[in-house]
Structure formats: C-alpha cells, structure tokens
C-alpha cells in the first residue's frame, strides 16, 4: 500500500510510518476477523447462512468505526474500497470483512489469464456449438401462445420473436428494469427481484501505456493500493505477460468517486490518475503514451445476496408459479466476483439439466408439473454430479 507517498508493505513498515498503536489495533482487527470466520468456512460459506449472524446485521462502517487508531481505520478503508466498490456504510459487516480477509493468502489465491480476462468469454464462445447474436438487444420477454418463452428483439430496426423452453437471464442487475416483462406475475416478480438486490456499487478503469516501465524499481509486485480517491487500486498490468519493454498501469476506482469521476471526459480522467501518482513516481508521466477509460456506473452489486438472503432456487427463480423456466445468472446473487458469476452459473446450469433429464418432451405440459428435482443444494453448494452424469444424455436430445 502507498500511504501519504510512502510504501507500506510489511508490518514494520506499519508501525514505522503509523505507529504502534496503529499495528496494534489493526493486529486485533485481523485475529477478530480470522476467528469470525476460519479459511474453511470462508470457502463453504453462503450468504444464505449468515443472515442470523449479527455481524450481517451491522453496516461494515459500524466495525470500522470501532477500531479506536484513526490510522489503522484509514489503512482499512483504503485497502478494501476498491473490492467493496461502494462506501462502508453502504454494505453489511459480512462483505465487508469477507472483502478484507481475501487479502490473506490463507483466504484466496490470486491467479491472471493470459491475454487477460477477456480470453475467458473468447474461450467459451470457441468451445460452444450456439446461435450467438450481438447488437440485439432483448427489449420483451412473454409467453407465446403455446406457453412457451418468447423473446423479443431488435436489430436495425427489424423486430425478432424467438420462443424457447428454458430461459436463463444472465445480466447485471441494473439492465433487468430496461427489459418489458409482460404479465402482471412476471412483471411483478422481476420487478421485486431488481429491488432486492438493488444495492448498486460503481467501477472505474483508466488504463495507461508508457514508453517503459518507470515504477519497477520501488514497486515490485503486480498490483498496490493506492491511497487515493478513497483508496484505489493500481495494478501493474504489464507484470502479467513479463514484458519490460513497455509498461502498462490499471488505476481501478470503486464507490463514489468511480461514479463521480465517470462523468467527466476521458482527457480529464489520464490527468487526475497521473497526479494520484507518488511523489517519487511523478516522473514517470514524462513516458506515457496513451490511456483508455472503463465505465461501469452501477454495473456491480454492493451487498450481493440481498438482505436477507435467501435460498438458492428462489434467488435463481424469481417467479416459480407461472414461469418456472425462466432463471436469472449473475454475481449479486453470491459475492460481486468473477467466482460469484461462475458460482450462479454453475447451479443454473445444474438445475437446467435436471429439468432435461426428467423432462418428457413429449407432453410440454407434464414436465412442469416434476419440480421434485430443484432442491439440490446441501450447505448452499450445488451438486454437480447430476450435470457430470447427464451431459452426454442431454447433448444427444439438444
């Protein structure tokens, strides 16, 4: 962490720049945390299960605002707003202390995809045999006359109707309202679905290419916090592919500022990020080359899960009675990650293929009537031994 143009990166450092009564305190805040929840139980854990917990019931400002040393308070705050994406008070002491416990390698491990995290989705799509079709919004979802899903789009001003027997809604939480969903039941579900988890957090990327790495000599590893803009984080973006010809920084922004600074121009933004920089990194602006900004205004979730959580299928189902068939995907269901995305997924699609293995397709009717199949989670974690076992039963009806 960079603190007042200081590197803070052991805990010597912390109790030389901060003092001993700074390492202390945030010493006691570490073994609170670690002894609320074990390594163990942070991997198997559900939001689900902590809704009785009282520290769910506290906003992570309230134990925040417990720790008596202002400087151990700000070194929190600086190094975990950035992973909330949204301010203290604006979350739940659980985020709160899962987003900080993750810098513990006993926690999480952190790993990068070559070619960066775009070669994922890239990846996907190679492997998968589908109609994909972009630049199509979806702009209506109802039921067709067979009662059926039907999906209405526009391309180019040409209106597209599609009907299907499952429907998996995979979007952020913020896009659900722009969609019309017809039906009074339906309507009203989404539209408590969206409310539920409507507790919108806020990123902002600026990424910046320098004639040469120039920070290399004081900063070695691939990402630091930065203390600015509420606490920031600055990732060395050209450590991941080892190339020292050129250098590449990634300022990410979350909470307030990200939203605030969003609106202003992408000129604007290569500034303010070059000014955030150390005193003895200010230099390096002499060497940049070009930048690239990255909006995502209320595109995350600061309090994944809800409040309180609830149950997987009915997080996934959002209107069981007359639309059993239509699921919902994404990360503000579990914790706001890539792994929370693949989490949500992974029991969509476990849940797909059970509805196909004991469907009969012949009566469209009959197999709605067969939900036995749904309840498949034991501890909040999906089975997925029943997709292992079916997937090649299900490739052959598709």
């Not at 190339?243 to 600074?261: H, Q, S, Y």
Request: hydrophobic fraction near 35%.
């Amino acid at each position: 962490m960079i603190l007042d143009n200081r590197i803070v990166a052991s805990s010597d450092d912390i109790r030389k720049h901060l003092g001993e009564a700074a390492w202390q305190a945030l010493a006691n805040f570490d073994r609170d945390a670690k002894d609320w929840m074990t390594a163990t139980e942070y991997y198997e854990s559900d939001c689900q299960h902590t809704n009785g917990d009282p520290v769910f019931r506290k906003s992570f400002r309230t134990l925040l605002s417990r720790i008596g040393n202002e400087s151990a308070r700000r070194y929190l705050e600086t190094l975990v707003h950035s992973d909330l994406a949204t301010e203290p008070h604006k979350t739940n002491g659980t985020y709160g202390l899962q987003n900080y416990l993750m810098n513990d390698s006993a926690y999480m491990k952190l790993y990068s995809i070559v070619g960066g995290n775009e070669r994922l989705p890239e990846e996907l799509s190679r492997r998968i045999d589908a109609t994909v079709r972009l630049r199509q919004p979806v702009i209506r979802v109802e039921k067709s006359a067979d009662s059926r899903l039907q999906i209405v789009s526009r391309r180019a001003g040409q209106i597209f109707k599609d009907s299907f027997d499952f429907v998996i809604v995979a979007l952020p939480n913020n896009l659900i309202p722009r969609i019309d969903w017809r039906g009074s039941r339906l309507s009203a579900a989404m539209k408590e679905h969206h409310q539920r988890y409507n507790f919108p957090a806020h990123y902002l990327r600026v990424t910046m290419l320098f004639e040469c790495p120039f920070w290399r000599d004081r900063l070695h590893d691939s990402y630091t916090m930065l203390d600015a803009f509420g606490g920031c984080c600055l990732y060395d973006e050209s450590s991941r592919n080892g190339c020292d010809t050129f250098g590449v920084l990634g300022w990410l922004l979350g909470g307030k500022p990200a939203l605030e600074l969003s609106r202003r121009s992408d000129e604007d933004l290569i500034e303010s990020m070059l000014s955030s920089l150390p005193s003895f990194l200010k230099h390096g602006a002499r060497f940049y080359l070009e930048g690239r900004v990255h909006r995502w205004p209320f595109a995350v979730n600061g309090l994944p899960g809800g409040a309180p959580a609830l149950d997987l299928d009915t997080r996934h189902v959002p209107e069981p009675k007359e639309h059993p068939n239509l699921l919902v995907v994404g990360d503000y269901l579990f914790d706001s990650t890539l792994n929370g995305v693949l989490d949500s997924a992974d029991f969509a699609t476990d849940w797909l293929v059970a509805e196909l293995e004991h469907a009969d397709f012949n009566n469209a009717t009959d197999h709605r009537k067969e939900r036995k199949y749904r309840h498949r989670c034991q501890n909040g974690k999906t089975n997925r031994s029943t997709a292992e076992s079916t997937q090649s039963t299900i490739l052959s009806r598709c």
